[in-house]
């Protein structure tokens, strides 16, 4: 086959440019630090990414439920403690006022902190935190308690369904506390037996109070623990979440980021082979007819 100086310039040419294309696959890696910048230039890569950049954004998804959870669970946790508080002292109040010297004016003073104290509970019960009233189950834009002009209560916590959240892929926690039980008809009818039997100054009435009042400090001090478990496992989940992220973030930047040492040798060897061939084309090429009518 006779070879033409065309053939030998289309030939350095389409390498040149094959190699301009190399020097310019590698500078682009070296401002993106990635190993890709199009799914054409890998299609295998940019499919695990794809799949590496969904798992990470899953976890910190997760990882963002878990401190929504936090938020419920801190802030009942500080209103149970309150409430708890609440009741001790009212219990406190129900043993000096079960005392036979005590007289009807001692017991009406008495009577007087009890009804804070309940108007205390009451505020306890319509924690709201960020909007939302943590007490009523789902229904957290609806008042847990609320009471007419004179103070009577005309509604108690409903309940509604238990929050729950995801904190992990198939694995929900619930978030609220069950205050019917807590906060409930009973807990309020207590308190005002006990009112009641101070008003009247009625001995009898006031001891039967202490135990009924102890019941519910009980019922109280339960669901913390109930909380305090979840809460632990929160922490677990918690710690799971953070290790997924670590392998997950490290899985994706195996996949898709650069190693810097290796594309740089990479990018001064085809640098050194690009001038090479410059040098080595300026050679093959023969004069023609223009070079002698310079």
Do not use: C
């Amino acid at each position: 086959m006779r070879i033409t100086q065309s053939m030998l310039s289309n030939n350095m040419l389409r390498n040149l440019s094959g190699s301009y294309t190399k020097l310019n696959s590698y500078m682009e890696q070296l401002s993106s630090g990635k190993k890709i910048n199009r799914p054409s230039d890998d299609p295998v890569i940019a499919m695990k990414g794809m799949g590496y950049r969904t798992q990470v954004t899953e976890v910190e998804q997760f990882k963002r439920n878990t401190n929504e959870v936090h938020n419920w669970m801190d802030n009942s946790d500080a209103a149970l403690d309150k409430a708890t508080k609440a009741l001790q002292k009212m219990r406190e109040l129900a043993v000096q006022a079960s005392s036979d010297t005590y007289d009807a004016g001692e017991r009406q003073s008495i009577q007087e902190e009890v009804g804070q104290l309940r108007e205390h509970l009451i505020d306890i019960v319509n924690t709201n935190v960020n909007g939302s009233y943590i007490f009523n189950g789902t229904k957290t834009d609806t008042e847990p308690v609320t009471t007419d002009n004179a103070g009577d209560i005309t509604s108690l916590p409903d309940g509604g369904s238990p929050v729950m959240i995801e904190v992990a892929k198939g694995t929900k926690l619930k978030a609220n506390v069950d205050a019917t039980e807590l906060f409930g008809e009973n807990v309020f009818n207590d308190i005002e037996t006990f009112v009641t039997a101070l008003e009247d100054n009625e001995q009898e009435g006031i001891e039967k109070s202490i135990e009924t009042i102890e019941g519910n400090i009980d019922n109280v001090i339960n669901a913390r623990a109930d909380l305090g478990a979840r809460m632990n496992r929160l922490e677990l989940v918690e710690n799971r979440l953070g290790e997924q992220e670590i392998t997950a973030k490290k899985t994706m930047s195996e996949n898709e980021d650069i190693d810097y040492e290796k594309v740089i040798t990479e990018l001064i060897t085809q640098e050194s082979v690009h001038r090479a061939a410059l040098s080595t084309g300026s050679k093959m090429i023969q004069p023609t007819l223009i070079d002698f009518l310079r």
